[in-house]
């Protein structure tokens, strides 16, 4: 789960990484009286899960009242590559002499934190990895030991930071950061600039913080952070339902158990001709309830003409999705959708029986995987 920069800068401040003092605000009105608070100048910026808002005009500098309005007014609705902004935080105003990088990052390849550090920050990180690799510091850490003093002068001696000052307080922010790392079970801490103030001050003006999803139940309130307004509403719902789905742009409702055949079911369609709608994966279990949930998820998008349901039972019961798709046929208004089933291994003959004794024109089975594409594609038609 991706945070918010503010909600980054929250968590960091949480650990003693310094950052700005700020406010969020979802309107212009309350952005100028947010800026009344904190003074001017202040920085307007756009809250949105995408990096270089900077460059696509969503973070302003304001000096005053009326330009604090204006800006806001740019912001709020600003497309940044597809995601519109509804939520800006009003920052009081750094002066930046330096910019800097920081990041922790779990390497998976290792299994291991991975920090970086480079003086070369507040461009793209991976121009610096490719233009100036010597600049960029990387050091692999022992979760097992934990940060160690050693870890920082390593890196900063590295880097080439020069100044005492500095040197000291990038030490402190690093195992902050480190801490916040572990603390939150993130994936992802970056902060890019770290900046150097023209009084020496080193602080964090950005945050990019990535939780491991795996890890939520541990952290009810940064599960509640969720930007849900950010997200697909389709997609929120499914969250909330529990269905795994993935929005495609076509017109045949993709419903399979498991990731492997739900994909290659996906790919099927797209062979015959056909354009998936989604990626809709009942799980192992595919309980009656798991069906009705995954249909209501389904169409809820108006894009779907056709629904196939794609079961190969193993630990999945045939007749227990074929009850499924009847009862959520009882339940929600599913006259306007052909549904086409093809079910097969455990208790498939049952399930083939239930749906043949229940009788309904909408639905039709078919025996292979490439004949149901086949049927629900036409039937999108
Ligand atoms: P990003 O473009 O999404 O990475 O957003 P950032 O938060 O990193 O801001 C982009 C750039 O705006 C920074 O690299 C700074 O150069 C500039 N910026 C952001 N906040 C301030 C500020 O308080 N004062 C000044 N002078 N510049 C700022
Ligand atoms: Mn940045």
Redesign the pocket.
């Known amino acids: 789960m991706d945070l918010l920069?503010y909600q980054g800068k929250q968590l960091f401040d949480r650990h003693g990484v310094p950052v700005?003092s700020g406010s969020p605000a979802t309107t212009v009105e309350e952005a100028v009286a947010a800026a009344d608070e904190i003074g001017h100048?202040?920085?307007v910026?756009?809250q949105v899960l995408?990096?270089?808002?900077?460059?696509?005009g969503?973070?302003q500098?304001a000096d005053d009242p009326a330009e604090t309005e204006a800006r806001a007014r740019d912001i709020l609705g600003l497309d940044i590559r597809g995601h519109v902004v509804r939520k800006l935080w009003i920052?009081?105003?750094?002066?930046?002499a330096k910019?800097y990088y920081l990041s922790v990052t779990f390497d998976r390849g290792t299994k291991k934190p991975l920090l970086m550090l480079t003086k070369e920050?507040?461009?793209e990180i991976e121009q610096v990895a490719e233009e100036s690799p010597d600049a960029l510091v990387r050091l692999h850490l022992d979760a097992s030991e934990g940060f160690q003093p050693w870890v920082a002068r390593r890196l900063i001696y590295g880097a080439r930071v020069e100044d005492a000052g500095e040197q000291k307080q990038i030490g402190a922010i690093m195992e902050s950061l480190y801490r916040a790392f572990v603390e939150f079970d993130a994936m992802l801490c970056e902060i890019?600039?770290l900046?150097v103030t023209p009084d020496g001050e080193v602080k964090a003006?950005?945050?990019?913080f990535t939780v491991d999803d795996n890890a939520l139940f541990r952290h009810p309130d940064i599960s509640e952070m969720r930007d849900t307004a950010a997200a697909d509403p389709i997609e929120a719902f499914a969250r909330e339902k529990g269905v795994t789905y993935v929005k495609l742009d076509g017109n045949v409702g993709i419903c399979g158990n498991g990731a492997g055949l739900s994909m290659s079911t996906v790919d099927v369609v797209a062979h015959v001709g056909g354009r998936p709608a989604n990626f809709c994966d009942l799980g192992g279990g595919g309980s009656a309830q798991g069906v009705v949930d995954a249909l209501e998820v389904i169409t809820r998008d108006p894009q779907v003409k056709s629904i196939f349901f794609n079961v190969f039972g193993g630990i999945t019961r045939g007749d227990e999705v074929a009850r499924g798709i009847l009862e959520a046929l009882e339940r929600l208004d599913m006259s306007k959708y052909p549904i086409v089933v093809r079910l097969d291994g455990t208790n498939a003959v049952e399930g083939r029986a239930l749906l043949a004794e229940a009788g309904k024109p909408n639905i039709h089975t078919e025996a292979t995987m490439l004949d149901g594409a086949r049927r629900a594609v036409e039937l999108a038609k």
């Open positions: 920069e700005p100048p202040c920085v910026k756009a995408t990096g270089g808002r900077g460059k696509a969503g973070v500098l920052e009081r105003a750094s002066e930046i910019e920050g507040g461009v890019n600039p900046i003006l950005d945050s990019k």
